[in-house]
T-cell receptor, first 112, second 115 residues
């Protein structure tokens, strides 16, 4: 079955630095990807999404990059803030898929 | 606040027992999804409902069942509970059912502890 995995389970960055969280996916048919942020004690919160016809999408302080050739997804957070400390999940689906598949998550810690 | 509500927030019970988790989707959303999140595990999809009907099943055990009611709220029933069922259970909702790429909005979760 499909699998979505994260390269780094933990990441620590200095406040103000940029963060990069990576994700690999295995289903080449996946054409829609989402990044979620999960703070302690809360449910996953939508951050940004990207479709396979794009290779980059920007939001507020966040950028998602998609490399379909190597089936890799990354989330870049600019000027990381203490409030960015959380677990970040990538999820993938396709227009024919009946479910999203989630990675195990990367724990981001921002050091003041 | 995603607009998805779940109750209870915490649940502690014993092995062999049965519990019911409740979810109310965002206003206007017809699809409800249930997920299980164990320690060190990603979100595992359990089951999906759309407008009262089951649409997709994931890694849901036979001891687990769910339903969606006419008012669109959903309940997840877990029976013959085992220690390994201890986890966070999330409900999510979206406007359209999978297969679609509508964003799923998650509730705050129910933390189930089986002793």
């Amino acid at each position: 079955g499909e699998s979505v995995g994260l390269h780094l389970p933990t990441l620590s960055v200095q406040e103000g630095d940029n963060s990069i969280i990576n994700c690999a996916y295995s289903n080449s048919a996946s054409d829609y990807f989402i990044w979620y942020k999960q703070e302690s004690g809360k449910g996953p919160q939508f951050i940004i999404d990207i479709r396979s016809n794009m290779d980059k999408r920007q939001g507020q302080r966040v950028t998602v990059l998609l490399n379909k050739t190597v089936k890799h997804l990354s989330l870049q957070i600019a000027a990381t803030q203490p409030g960015d400390s959380a677990v970040y999940f990538c999820a993938e689906n396709s227009d024919t898929g009946n479910q999203f598949y989630f990675g195990t998550g990367t724990s981001l810690t921002v050091i003041p | 606040d995603s607009g998805v509500t779940q109750t209870p927030k915490h649940l502690i019970t014993a092995t062999g027992q049965r519990v019911t988790l409740r979810c109310s989707p965002r206003s206007g959303d017809l699809s409800v999804y249930w997920y299980q999140q164990s320690l060190d595990q990603g979100l595992q999809f359990l089951i999906q409902y759309y407008n009262g009907e089951e649409r997709a099943k994931g890694n849901i055990l036979e001891r687990f069942s769910a339903q969606q009611f006419p008012d669109l709220h959903s309940e997840l029933n877990l029976s013959s509970l085992e220690l390994g069922d201890s986890a966070l259970y999330f409900c999510a909702s979206s406007a359209r059912p999978a297969p679609s790429t509508d964003t799923q909005y998650f509730g705050p979760g129910t933390r189930l502890t089986v002793l």
